[in-house]
């Protein structure tokens, strides 16, 4: 990362978390669908995020407006006193097999008539662009960083829109193999600005391991 250009300028922290795991009885791929709620192990996930952050000086507490990351940011704000704040660039990504099951060799993926949304991996054919989502998201995280300036914020959103984030801010290729994502459930990937200039990026798991190709994005 580049060093700061002066040693006075404010330390900022913009936490991005990945919601927790999700109630999803059908293993649907519910994408921006509403009523998708956290599961009671969802929700023992973002309470001990919220412990995890306790002690951190947080200001500012932004949420996707899904219903599972709004109530995974919610013991967070509590615990600082904060009133949770809607940001629709959180938002997960918008992908054409949502609402159908499309684990490997399973439901949509074994339909022919579904085979063309495959065509491209690189936009991707299926979904938003990547770079639309890394677009949207460095704009959410950006006005978290303004309004929290000298002091963190947390961002709380999906597993895709955090990934690419995170590989369009250390300039990687956007397409890439989601089986390799570092993305856990209710995992931080937390950006540390000097100032305007992004100096670390630090992923951690205060809510513990998750397998990233277990359906709950």
């Known amino acids: 990362m580049t060093q700061p250009s002066t040693d006075t300028a404010p330390r900022t922290i913009v936490h991005v978390l990945r919601h927790g795991e999700v109630h999803n009885p059908k293993g649907i791929l519910y994408g921006r669908l509403p009523g998708f709620r956290l599961s009671v192990t969802g929700q023992s996930q973002a309470a001990a995020v919220a ?5 951190h000086d947080i200001i500012h507490v932004i949420a996707s407006p899904l219903q599972r990351a709004q109530e995974t940011a919610a013991p967070i704000a509590e615990s600082h006193g904060l009133t949770i704040q809607t940001d629709e660039n959180l938002i997960e990504a ?3 097999f949502e609402g ?6 399973d439901g949509a993926l074994r339909r022919p008539r579904h085979w063309w ?3 491209d991996p690189f936009t991707p054919s299926w979904g938003e662009p990547y770079l639309q989502i890394a677009h949207r998201m460095l704009a959410a995280v950006n006005k978290a ?3 929290a300036v000298g002091h963190e914020a947390v961002c709380v959103s999906h597993q895709l ?3 690419t984030l995170r590989r369009f801010l250390q300039g990687d290729r956007l397409w890439h193999d989601p ?10 990937t937390s950006l540390i600005y000097e100032g305007d200039t992004l100096v670390d990026i630090v992923y ?10 277990v359906t709950g994005a």
């Open 51 to 55: 412990a995890a952050l306790a002690g």
């Open 94 to 96: 918008g992908n054409s």
């Open 100 to 105: 159908l099951r499309v684990a490997v060799g």
């Open 117 to 119: 949304k495959l065509r």
């Open 145 to 147: 960083r303004v309004e």
């Open 161 to 163: 829109p955090v990934w």
């Open 179 to 188: 089986r390799n994502r570092q993305c856990g459930l209710a995992s931080l």
């Open 204 to 213: 951690s798991e205060p809510a513990g391991k998750s397998d990233p190709r």
